[in-house]
């Protein structure tokens, strides 16, 4: 993993920062507590003691507090994934193994939160609209750890990154759907990436 080489923040990008993370903790509490179509823009800046406006400059529309939420989900997978020692017997699969198994566990730890965002998602059009920002990332990640070398030769890198993102969002609203308190998500999550990746895997007697 390469060495962080970021200079430190200034002192207006700490300002930035640290109302950008008030707005959000705001947004992330009005949409827990009373859903994300009934919250509304003033209703942040006032929880987060600021102008509206301000909330125009950091988070354009309601969706994009979705959009920080699955970001910062998606920061903590690549960083449990990334932290694994670069050692013979830690595979490719194997790492992406763990990024799933921390989002299914962050989803888990926090239902409601989870169900309010997803409901949000799909209210502002996001399933349709969206980029599909997870499966470029876990693509970007395959690549980074050389992953051509650790599938099938016939495997598309991209296909198998779009096949993991459908696979864990299909589960998630599955899950939210059925609001079922005995359906283990995270159990469940680890079974169907599981079910990919060893589709995506050569032959045990081909495999280093």
């Known amino acids: 993993m390469p060495a962080d080489n970021t ?8 300002r930035k920062r640290d109302m950008r993370d008030r707005l959000y903790e705001a947004a992330v509490q009005l949409f827990q507590s009373k859903g994300y179509h009934e919250t509304t823009m003033d209703e942040i800046a006032e929880l987060a003691d600021t102008a509206r406006g301000t909330v125009f400059n950091h ?12 970001r910062r989900r998606r920061r903590l997978g690549t960083d449990a994934m990334m932290a694994i020692p670069a050692q013979p ?4 699969a194997e790492r992406v193994r763990t990024y799933f198994h921390v989002m299914g566990r962050l989803n888990a730890e926090t239902y409601d939160l ?12 996001g399933p349709i609209e969206d980029e599909p920002w997870l499966a470029d990332e876990i693509l970007g990640l395959l690549r980074e750890l050389r992953a051509e070398d650790a599938f099938r030769s016939d495997v598309d890198l991209s296909d198998l990154a779009h096949l993991l993102r459908d696979a864990y969002i299909g589960l998630m609203f599955r899950w939210l759907r059925t609001k079922d308190e005995s359906f283990d998500f ?15 895997l050569p032959p ?3 495999r280093q």
Do not use: H, Q
């Not at 200079?7 to 700490?14: D, G, H, N, Q, Y």
């Not at 988070?59 to 699955?70: G, N």
């Not at 989870?114 to 059009?125: F, I, P």
């Open 59 to 70: 988070y354009r529309t309601k969706s994009d507090f979705i959009k920080e939420w699955a």
């Open 89 to 92: 017997g830690v595979s490719v």
């Open 7 to 14: 200079a430190p923040l200034s002192r207006t990008e700490r």
């Open 114 to 125: 989870t169900l309010a965002m997803g409901t949000g998602w799909v209210l502002s059009g």
């Open 186 to 200: 995270p159990k469940a999550l680890d079974r169907v990436i599981d079910l990919i990746l060893v589709g995506a």
């Open 204 to 206: 045990a007697d081909e």
